[in-house]
């Protein structure tokens, strides 16, 4: 097994490392689109109670959609190829970005936010100056599930021609004693997991406040 998936490697090692780059542009494409929509709503809802909850809500019905039947749906619309699962990953970002925004704006004290009214700062100021760094570590906590979750539904991505591991895992499936392909692309799927998991969980910590009572 060892010896075959070493060959396959050599053989193929061009090819598995262009699926690799793809699997990870349309993971890190659909979890960038995601915050870019998902942290500034994040902010609008965190003290719209009512709101909130209805687009949670609708962001966790989305989640609970399996991976597949979201991209049969989307397919429809969108066609096959890359664009759709971009478009999936988009959706499945969303609940883990929000609700770490929308926790980690009402985790700040209330306090701190009183004192950056009373020093006289507009919205955006405090947003900037306050909210967003107090904030930052726990939102980057929802990116980092959103691209690991997204990296697992890209491989599934394969089945409506978007390219990427999955293909490799797929033409494994297809052929008898396919069990070397099949890791072959299930390893670097996993590798790049892990490595965007210990990345992110390192950036988060560095964006950690050394102190939650001061405004700068």
């Known amino acids: 097994m060892i010896a075959k998936l070493i060959t396959y490697y050599y053989v193929n090692g061009a090819y598995v490392f262009e699926q690799f780059l793809r699997h990870f542009l349309i993971s890190i494409y659909g979890v960038l689109f995601a915050s870019l929509v998902g942290i500034p709503l994040g902010f609008f809802i965190s003290k719209r109670f009512k709101l909130s909850k209805v687009i949670i809500g609708f962001a966790n019905v989305l989640q609970t959609v399996p991976s597949l039947a979201m991209l049969a749906i989307l397919m429809l619309a969108m066609g096959i190829g890359s664009n759709t699962v971009v478009m999936a990953v988009f959706l499945y970002s969303l609940l883990p970005i ?77 052929v008898a004693n396919g069990e070397a392909i099949i890791l072959a ?28 009572t001061r405004i700068s």
């Open 185 to 212: 692309g299930a390893i670097p799927t996993a590798i790049m997991a892990i490595l965007s998991d210990v990345i992110l969980g390192k950036l988060e910590k560095k964006l950690m406040p050394k102190t939650a």
């Open 98 to 174: 929000l609700t770490n925004t929308t926790t980690g704006i009402n985790s700040i004290q209330p306090e701190i936010l009183d004192a950056a009214k009373g020093m006289g700062m507009t919205r955006l100021q405090r947003i900037i100056k306050v909210e967003l760094p107090l904030s930052i570590s726990v939102i980057m906590g929802g990116v980092r599930n959103a691209l690991v979750v997204a990296i697992g539904v890209t491989a599934v991505g394969t089945f409506i021609g978007a390219g990427g591991l999955g293909d490799i895992i797929s033409r494994g499936i297809d």
